[in-house]
């Protein structure tokens, strides 16, 4: 086993080889692990963004002059259907309905909207304005709900409008990101 | 007296040996009753290697060792799970848990009043303690920027009214980047 070997220690000296007990120190390591997995916190927590998009305080000079975004708007008010509306200030430019159909996920009541999420792909791929890695700005995606609709459901919309994803230049990497800001509709 | 004798006269004591079958004059036959020539059966287990792994998931677990424990999560709040999602900041944590708010902990007004009148509003008492934390922020950080992110830990059954509701008031205090607390789905 593991030991010093100076190869001296003759002629009734005190001895200089000496082995290292490693077997305590084998015993005091499993202790550590099995005490830091014991209190080890596996946490699956995350979260999922919004933007918050109100006036902020009034400032000195002019706001500037926007141009117009296609926005998509994405109302989940009807029961059975979803409604994907694309608008550039208050023009309406097109309007897609989608089947409201909940998938069940997992043991405690999730769902998820796999064919609302499918559609928005389509839509984002076929009008996405900011795609290139090195645009910081990002397509926004305005959520329409119900007072009463519950968390949970406006997770899953979130989710689903999350799905589509681009490529963002940051600190010199390419990250795949999601192409759209979700806010809320005031109203 | 013989040399041979003498010899056998100044070593009294013979090394002890097999002795059986040592007279038979096949070569195989001496070879097994020497022993010789067999794998060894003493192994030396390779102990170093072993207390290298064992090191190795001790500054893993170190590293992810977490004193302050868990994230903070109110035991009566009951998370969404979802894909799409990002790994957790550290920023003021708003939950909302039947009727009550709170800001990392501490009660910041209730969710009854705007039930009540079942319109969007301001949370008074949680934009004042929100508006408080940023204000503390700028004073412990003059001149760095204030990153305005907060996250919402919303139960799953809450209304959307009063998610929108506490969004809002959260981005009036001046924290437009609203975080929404979600388990992690796998894909």
New interface residues.
């Given amino acids: 086993m593991a030991g010093i070997d100076t190869g001296g220690g003759h002629g009734g000296k005190r001895a200089t080889n000496h082995e290292i007990p490693l077997i305590p120190f084998i015993d005091f390591l499993l202790c550590l692990v099995a005490f830091l997995l014991v209190t080890a916190v596996w946490s699956q927590m995350a979260r999922i963004n919004a933007d918050a998009r109100v006036p902020g305080p009034p400032k000195d000079e002019p706001p500037e002059e926007q141009k117009k975004e296609k926005q998509l708007n994405v109302e989940m008010k009807g029961e059975t259907k979803f409604q994907l509306v694309w608008k550039e200030g208050n023009t309406v430019v097109n309007t897609i309905d989608v089947d409201r159909k909940p998938v069940p996920t997992g043991s405690n009541g999730d769902i998820r909207f796999p064919d609302l999420a499918k559609k928005i792909e389509e839509e984002w791929t076929a009008n996405g304005a900011h795609r290139a890695g090195s645009d910081k700005k990002f397509d926004l995606a305005i959520l329409h709900t119900d007072n009463t609709t519950p968390f949970s459901d406006v997770i899953a919309v979130i989710d689903a409008i999350y799905t589509p994803k681009r490529d963002f230049d940051f600190a010199g990497k390419s990250e795949k990101v999601p192409s759209f800001n979700v806010t809320f509709a005031v109203n | 007296m013989s040399e041979k004798a003498l010899s056998r006269f100044h070593q009294p004591i013979a090394v002890p040996g097999r002795r059986l079958m040592h007279h038979v004059p096949l070569a195989f036959v001496r070879k097994k009753a020497i022993g010789g020539g067999g794998r060894a059966t003493n192994h ?1 287990v390779p ?2 290697p ?2 290298d792994f ?2 190795c ?2 500054c893993f ?2 590293a ?3 004193a302050s ?3 903070p ?1 109110d035991k009566n709040v ?12 550290e920023a003021p944590m708003v939950a909302i848990t039947g009727t009550q708010i709170l800001v990392d902990g501490t009660p910041a007004g209730n969710t009854r009043a705007i039930e009540e009148a ?1 319109r ?1 509003q301001r949370v008074d008492e949680l934009f004042n303690v929100l508006k408080n934390k940023r204000e503390l922020y700028k004073q412990i950080n003059p001149g760095k920027e204030f990153p305005g992110v907060v ?1 919402l830990q ?8 009063v ?2 509701s506490v ?2 008031t ?3 205090a001046g ?11 796998g894909k």
């Fill in positions: 030396e102990l170093i072993f207390i064992l090191l998931i001790v677990l170190l992810s060792f977490s424990g868990e994230l999560v009951k998370l969404p799970n979802a894909e799409n999602v990002m790994d957790m900041t079942n969007l996250v919303v139960d799953r059954k809450v209304q959307a009214l998610v929108k969004f809002q959260a981005a009036f924290y437009p980047n609203v975080s929404f607390m979600v388990g992690r789905m």
